[in-house]
T-cell receptor, first 112, second 109 residues
Framework: SQTIHQWPATLVQPVGSPLSLECTVE??????LYWYRQAAGRGLQLLFYSVGIGQISSEVPQNLSASRPQDRQFILSSKKLLLSDSGFYLC???????????FGSGTRLTVV | GQNIDQPTEMTATEGAIVQINCTYQ??????LFWYQQHAGEAPTFLSYNVLDGLEEKGRFSSFLSRSKGYSYLLLKELQMKDSASYLC??????????WGAGTKLIIKP
């Protein structure tokens, strides 16, 4: 069966520090992978998506970046965090539209 | 621009029925999703509609009218555990998923 792992669950980081969030998928090949951010009480904002290794599309200009070094691994990074980067970060994967997106458990990031 | 509208918050009573509406204006249409999100947790998939009509899954049903740009999620026999946010999302002509801000459903005993 397909599973998605995302870690860490919570993170408190000082302003200006780096960030690395990792997401891995098991049980499927060549999935579409996504990074979303959800601010408190707000909708989901698509940050990056990837249709294959090394293929990254950015939806929102920001100080974040993403990489896909392996087929089932998706990494969200920042060199210097801002206060506005605080939020709930969700990784998701999909294969077929009718199956919807499957989300990881999320990382709650607080930048202080 | 692309837009999805759904009520911000709704309240219903345990055991009752509630209908959560969603209207959308997108560049093309390739399907509509409903997701459930409990506070502090990730969204989970509920339903997918690509053709007009009603899709039923146990206590939950989802309806779509493409000509009206309209969908609703119907929840029957409400339980306290149904208290959550319900997210409507539409896949546009580029197969990008456009998300609504979600409807927070409060269930009262």
């Amino acid at each position: 069966s397909q599973t998605i792992h995302q870690w860490p669950a919570t993170l408190v980081q000082p302003v200006g520090s780096p960030l690395s969030l990792e997401c891995t998928v098991e049980g499927t090949s060549n999935p579409n992978l996504y990074w979303y951010r959800q601010a408190a009480g707000r909708g989901l904002q698509l940050l990056f998506y990837s249709v294959g290794i090394g293929q990254i599309s950015s939806e929102v200009p920001q100080n974040l970046s993403a990489s896909r070094p392996q087929d089932r691994q998706f990494i969200l990074s920042s060199k210097k965090l801002l206060l506005s980067d605080s939020g709930f970060y969700l990784c998701a994967w999909s294969v077929q539209d009718s199956d919807g997106y499957t989300f990881g458990s999320g990382t709650r990031l607080t930048v202080v | 621009g692309q837009n999805i509208d759904q009520p911000t918050e709704m309240t219903a009573t345990e055991g009752a029925i509630v209908q959560i509406n969603c209207t959308y204006q997108t560049s093309g249409f390739n399907g509509l999703f409903w997701y459930q999100q409990h506070a502090g947790e990730a969204p989970t998939f509920l339903s997918y509609n690509v053709l007009d009509g009603l899709e039923e899954k146990g206590r939950f049903s989802s309806f779509l009218s493409r000509s009206k740009g309209y969908s609703y999620l119907l929840l029957k026999e409400l339980q306290m555990k149904d208290s959550a946010s319900y997210l409507c999302a539409v896949t546009d002509s580029n197969y990008q998923l456009i998300w609504g801000a979600g409807t927070k459903l409060i269930i009262k005993p």
